[in-house]
């Protein structure tokens, strides 16, 4: 089963944005979704972006035209470009894919939106 690993996440100011970096183990061609999540302290854990293999994406309401889920499957990893980030986009952030053979979670990176 494939391994995910989360990076990027950090401390930004409100209207400043980061980029997170899912990394897999192996070859991605074959995920049929990779997800991103989010889960604020006290909150269930939330979709935020996701994208198919052929390139489909879709995304939550409250991250429409902030956030931008990419994927580069020639270095097996996933991106989520996070812009004009508010304190309500504070959470940990999770990698997520889905194959034919089952689902598959990163571990989680920290998203701190605060003056």
């Known amino acids: 089963q494939v391994q995910l690993v989360e990076s990027g996440g950090g401390l930004v100011q409100p209207g400043g944005s980061l980029r997170l970096s899912c990394i897999a183990s192996?070859?991605?061609?074959?995920?049929?979704?990779m997800r991103w999540y989010r889960q604020a302290p006290g909150k269930q854990r939330d979709l935020v972006a996701s994208?198919?293999?052929?390139?489909?994406?879709d995304y939550a309401d409250s991250v429409k035209g902030r956030f931008t889920i990419s994927r580069d499957n020639a270095k097996n990893t996933m991106y989520l470009q996070m812009n004009s980030l508010q304190p309500e986009d504070t959470a940990v952030y999770y990698c997520?894919?889905?194959?034919?053979?089952?689902?598959?979670w990163g571990q989680g990176t920290q998203v701190t939106v605060s003056t």
């Open positions: 997520y894919a889905r194959d034919a053979v089952g689902i598959t």
């Open positions: 192996r070859s991605i061609v074959g995920q049929i979704f």
């Open positions: 994208i198919a293999t052929g390139g489909l994406t």
